[in-house]
């Protein structure tokens, strides 16, 4: 088993642009859901989804983030444009009971 | 007022000491207790469950006061490589999936 599997590890984009986060989720898994961890916050659910149906996108911070589950095995989640306060490392956690996170993908916006 | 709360710390201790983190969760209804471990620039993982009736794994032992609306964890016999961040999660309602972490607490244990 292979985890879930954020990519990219690390990301620096400049303010404005487009950033895409990936991860896939472990097989059989039917919960999926994206958290944003800040030295001042600490860990914030941002949405999860539910067989991959998203149940609730309250922690969505504004309208500039998004995130689709096209598939059992896939989501993203993306943010445009980006701003330097979106600085974070954004895990991905799956889950068929207990949580499985993946590694993150550590953002940084300059 | 936030749903889970904990002590930031850190907390430094020797190796072999003793130590215990509690942490209180604001809603009645909250049904499930776990302890994660999050070492420095990596992903949280599960450390142990909590039931009611309190339980161990180890050196660790972790209990629930549902009246207090608290869980704790104790550390026996602290290791170097126990230093890491603990946070306290919990789940309420119907929807157990839906997971409520506390910041965390640093524990530096020192040779």
């Known amino acids: 088993d292979a985890g879930v599997i954020q990519s990219p590890r690390h990301e620096v984009t400049e303010m404005g642009q487009e950033v895409t986060l990936r991860c896939k989720p472990i097989?059989?898994?039917?919960?999926l859901f994206w958290y944003r961890q800040t030295m001042m916050r600490g860990l914030e659910l941002l949405i999860y989804?539910?067989?991959?149906?998203?149940?609730?996108d309250s922690g969505m911070p504004e309208d500039r983030f998004s995130a689709k589950m096209p598939n059992a095995s896939f989501s993203t989640l993306k943010i445009q444009p980006s701003e330097p306060r979106d600085s974070a490392v954004y895990f991905c956690?799956?889950?068929?009971?207990?949580?499985?996170f993946g590694s993150g993908t550590r953002l940084t916006v300059v | 007022r936030k749903e889970v709360e904990q002590d930031p710390g850190p907390f430094n201790v020797p190796e072999g000491a003793t130590v215990a983190f509690n942490c209180t969760y604001s809603n009645s209804a909250s049904q499930s207790f776990f302890w994660y471990r999050q070492d420095c620039r990596k992903e949280p993982k599960l450390l142990m469950s909590v039931y009611s009736s309190g339980n161990e794994d180890g050196r660790f032992t972790a209990q629930l006061n549902r009246a207090s609306q608290y869980i704790s964890l104790l550390i026996r016999d602290s290791k170097l490589s126990d230093s890491a961040t603990y946070l306290c999660v919990v789940t309420r309602g119907s929807n157990f999936n839906k997971f409520y972490f506390g910041s965390g607490t640093k524990l530096n244990v020192k040779p």
């Open positions: 989804f539910n067989n991959n149906v998203p149940i609730d």
């Open positions: 956690a799956s889950s068929l009971g207990g949580y499985t």
């Open positions: 097989s059989g898994h039917n919960s």
